[in-house]
């Protein structure tokens, strides 16, 4: 199947507006879900065009008719929103889940442009909007695609269910957080400043310990979260850790924007795996958000006990 099939994108991350509101707590009610959650969601067999679209709609922080696509973080699995993908056939909305380098899930709502009559020969149908859910292996030679409701295996077809049900804990937390002028995002803003980043940086066991190369990057693992610092001289912290259940060492990149951003300053990025590039995080990446925080204080106190170890050695 050729039709806007799986919108392989390379995926443009789009820089959200932070705005001035009513502050909530982000501490006291983190990770809160609105719209959608994974106990209340329909199963893959059940969406319809609406509702696909209706999830486009929800998460879209750019607000425009025109093709665009954001790219949030469920877990090390980008998830793109795709608004109004264009091509010879028709237009798409809706998102697509990339799982590492193994597999990517398609859940898009179509609107064909192509005659009736070769939409009737092609796919057996007289309405020109379509749910398209689809997927395809990125591990083997063979990556063909496949349409969900060709899939015979049950064991797959549970797993990508178990992704939809995710998807849509993201999706919930993701627009709360949208929806109550991401408190989250306004607390990182709020609290780790280039300051905070600094003293971090220069801490004395950078240079009391014997350092390793992490690109430009030097740092040393502490109990379990690798923690870094460039010699630059900027507000710069690498942390990362070993994910669990693939193995991969992930990180975060905390950096303040040397230029004048208005509130937003800090940058905070991800980092799925060692060989991949940073993608800069958004401000409804909730779950992603609430982890740097927890990390990077856990940081914090990591190296302030290593200090006063070192000191009580002498």
């Not at 993608?279 to 914090?300: G, I, V, W």
Request: aromatic share 8%; charged share 25%.
């Amino acid at each position: 199947m050729s039709v806007i099939d799986a919108v392989v994108i390379d995926a443009v991350v789009i820089d959200a507006v932070v705005i001035d509101a009513v502050v909530i707590d982000a501490t006291q009610t983190p990770l809160q879900k609105l719209y959608y959650a994974a106990d209340n969601t329909l199963p893959l067999s059940q969406l319809d065009e609406e509702k696909i679209c209706q999830i486009a709609r929800d998460l879209d922080s750019v607000s425009s008719e025109k093709e665009h696509y954001v790219t949030g973080w469920m877990g090390l699995n980008s998830v793109v929103l795709v608004r109004s993908y264009q091509n010879k056939r028709g237009s798409a909305d809706g998102l697509v889940m990339t799982r590492g380098n193994h597999y990517r899930l398609s859940v898009q709502s179509v609107v064909f442009r192509i005659p009736k009559p070769l939409l009737w020969v092609t796919f057996r149908r007289r309405p020109r909007t379509m749910k398209v859910i689809t997927y395809n292996r990125l591990d083997t030679p063979q990556n063909g695609m496949q349409q969900y409701q060709n899939i015979l295996e049950p064991e797959l077809k549970e797993r990508l269910e178990a992704d939809w049900r995710d998807l849509n804990d993201y999706l919930g937390m993701a627009c709360w957080q949208r929806e109550n002028n991401n408190p989250l995002w306004q607390a990182l803003q709020r609290d780790i400043s280039a300051d905070r980043l600094l003293l971090l940086c220069k801490h004395p066991v950078f240079s009391s310990r014997k350092m390793q190369k992490e690109g430009e990057f030097a740092g040393l693992w502490q109990k379990d979260i690798f923690i870094a610092h460039r010699n630059d001289g900027a507000a710069a912290i690498l942390l990362s850790w070993k994910d669990p259940q693939t193995g991969d060492v992930a990180s975060y990149l905390f950096e303040i924007l040397a230029k004048n951003t208005g509130p937003t300053r800090l940058r905070l990025s991800l980092r799925p795996r060692k060989q991949e590039k940073f993608y800069p995080l958004n401000p409804f990446d909730a779950q992603h958000l609430f982890d740097a925080r927890q990390l990077f204080e856990r940081a914090e106190s990591v190296l302030e006990s290593s200090a006063d170890s070192s000191h009580h050695q002498r």
